[in-house]
C-alpha cells in the first residue's frame, strides 16, 4: 500500500483501476479515478484522503473490499463504499510513519 498515497492518486485523477473481489482474477468492474481530497485540517500523527471513483451503473460494486489495480499505483485491497449506483469512495487514514 506504500503507492497508494495522496500525491501518487492526485497525479492519477482520470486514470483507470481494475476491480476484482478479493481472492480472485476475475475482473468484475472498471472505474475511473475522478477526485482526491485531503481534510481542511491535516493531523500532525496520520495521514487522511478520501478517493472518489466513478464507474458504469451495470458494473455496481457493493460496499466491502476489492482487490484494485492500477498503473498508477499497482495492486492494492481496499474497503471501498458506493454513494450512487455508480459511485463510490475509499478513505484512507493511516499513522504517519516517521
Not at 36 to 47: C, G, H, I, L, S
Not at 61 to 85: I, R, W
Amino acid at each position: 500500500m506504500e503507492k497508494f498515497t495522496y500525491d501518487l492518486l492526485e497525479q492519477a485523477i482520470g486514470k483507470d483501476v481494475q476491480v476484482f473481489e478479493p481472492d480472485s482474477e476475475k475482473q468484475i468492474a472498471e472505474l475511473k479515478i475522478t477526485k482526491v481530497t485531503r481534510p481542511d485540517k491535516e493531523d500532525e500523527e496520520f495521514e487522511s484522503f478520501s478517493v472518489l471513483l466513478s464507474g458504469k451503473e451495470e458494473e455496481h460494486c457493493g460496499q466491502g473490499n476489492y482487490k484494485l489495480k492500477s498503473d498508477a499505483f499497482g495492486e492494492v485491497t481496499l474497503f471501498m463504499c458506493p454513494h450512487a449506483v455508480d459511485k463510490y469512495q475509499i478513505v484512507i487514514s493511516r499513522k504517519k510513519s516517521g
